[in-house]
């Protein structure tokens, strides 16, 4: 399977935004889902997760109750929902897929993933 970032872009400090990752050529409802972001200078970090089937997701803590991480097998789409946003969201945010077996822990970490799509640029400015 590949996957396609998008929806990016320029907003202001407290506005939304929705990111879709797109798959394409194998089974997207397979795999497990997963948002990172890294911002200038910074290492990757993880965002949120969520199972294949969708019943159970996991956030970081400093987008708990902000962001909420959905997904639409049928169509082969995941998404991002990013409300409040905050000047330190800036980053290039990226979608990931992963297999069902990930233990809980892993789904935290880019080791629980092993596809990954391009990256789609969020900047907030203050």
């Known amino acids: 399977v590949q996957l396609q970032a998008s929806g990016g872009g320029l907003v202001q400090a407290g506005d939304s935004l929705r990111l879709t990752c797109a798959a394409s050529?194998?089974?997207?409802?397979?795999?497990?889902l997963g948002w990172f972001r890294q911002a200038p200078g910074k290492d990757r970090e993880f965002v949120a997760a969520?199972?294949?089937?969708?019943?159970?997701?996991y956030y970081a803590d400093s987008v708990k109750g902000r962001f909420t991480i959905s997904r639409d097998n049928a169509k082969g789409t995941g998404y991002l929902q990013m409300n409040s946003l905050k000047p330190e969201d800036t980053a290039v945010y990226y979608c990931?897929?992963?297999?069902?077996?990930?233990?809980?822990?892993?789904?935290?970490?880019?080791?629980?993933?092993?596809?990954w799509g391009q990256g789609t640029l969020v900047t907030v400015s203050s």
């Open positions: 969520i199972r294949r089937r969708g019943g159970i997701t």
């Open positions: 050529g194998g089974s997207f409802s397979a795999n497990n």
């Open positions: 990931a897929a992963g297999p069902q077996s990930t233990i809980s822990s892993e789904m935290y970490s880019a080791r629980g993933y092993n596809i």
